[in-house]
């Protein structure tokens, strides 16, 4: 099945945390990891250096890539339309990361909490402890 490695995963793994790093690791070399756009912008715009901004820009083209859909951005639409009704309001960067998710059949790495106000969505336990989640 296909994974979604969500930007605070991405930002552990970079920092070397054993537990991420090595969950992410098998996953890259099973080949079931997959980048999304909003994803990718916001590793870019977290670099430090336009060193770090060449080099993750490089390493992320060796990932494979969902493309966004109309389709996609409708239901991101949906998703933090329900959300709001029921008091809920979140990113509309992981609502879109959930809705390419859904349309493409995938699993979503992450370790922001709010991930978890999405009805259905298939999330993938990193073996951090959910206290530390965002």
Not at 67 to 85: H, Q, V
Request: aromatic share 8%; glycine share 6%.
């Amino acid at each position: 099945m296909k994974k979604i490695v969500d930007t605070s995963v991405w930002i552990e793994y970079f920092k070397n945390q054993d537990v991420v790093a090595a969950a992410v690791d098998k996953d890259l070399l099973e080949g079931s990891i997959y980048m999304v756009g909003p994803v990718i912008s916001e590793l870019l715009q977290g670099a430090n250096t336009e060193k770090d901004f060449r080099s993750l820009k490089s390493s992320i083209g060796g990932v494979p890539f969902i493309e966004t859909n109309l389709s996609d951005w409708k239901l991101a639409g949906e998703i933090s339309f329900k959300l709001r009704k029921r008091g809920i309001t979140i990113p509309i960067t992981d609502c879109l990361i959930a809705a390419i998710a859904f349309n493409h059949d995938a699993m979503v790495m992450t370790l922001d909490r709010h991930f978890r106000h999405i009805p259905d969505l298939k999330l993938i336990d990193t073996g951090v402890e959910s206290d530390k989640l965002r």
